[in-house]
């Protein structure tokens, strides 16, 4: 079993910025990507950065330029940086992980606790 724990989340102004972090524990032989998604209240939960092993990133139109996400593995940690933040980034941030338990078990996605981001003035 592998567990995620997100940090890092809580209430900014607009224009300021807030870092994530997710750190993924456990069972855990390898991590394939490493991802951040988000759901609004009333919404569907929306994809906002994926990060593969090699290191290429893929972000959503509405956060490209203003969120930054990286990952160590050597800690099994996954960032976001988010600046520039903006009222419709307000949301409960979640980390998701892909990860295979044994060399021999397929890739299965997990999911963090989530975290509260709050854009406010």
């Known amino acids: 079993q592998v567990q995620l724990v997100e940090s890092g989340g809580g209430l900014v102004q607009p224009g300021g910025s807030l870092r994530l972090s997710c750190a993924a524990s456990?069972?855990?032989?390898?991590?394939?990507?490493m991802g951040w998604y988000r759901q609004a209240p009333g919404k569907q939960r929306e994809l906002v950065a994926t990060i593969t092993n090699t290191g290429s990133t893929n972000y959503a139109e509405s956060v490209e330029g203003r969120f930054t996400i990286s990952r160590d593995n050597a800690k099994k940690m996954v960032y976001l940086q988010m600046n520039s933040l903006k009222p419709e980034d307000t949301a409960v941030y979640y980390c998701?992980?892909?990860?295979?338990?044994?060399?021999?078990?397929?890739?299965?996605?997990?999911w963090g606790q989530g975290t509260q981001v709050t854009v406010s003035s």
């Open positions: 456990g069972r855990i032989f390898s991590i394939n990507d």
């Open positions: 998701n992980v892909d990860a295979r338990s044994n060399l021999f078990s397929p890739p299965i996605g997990y």
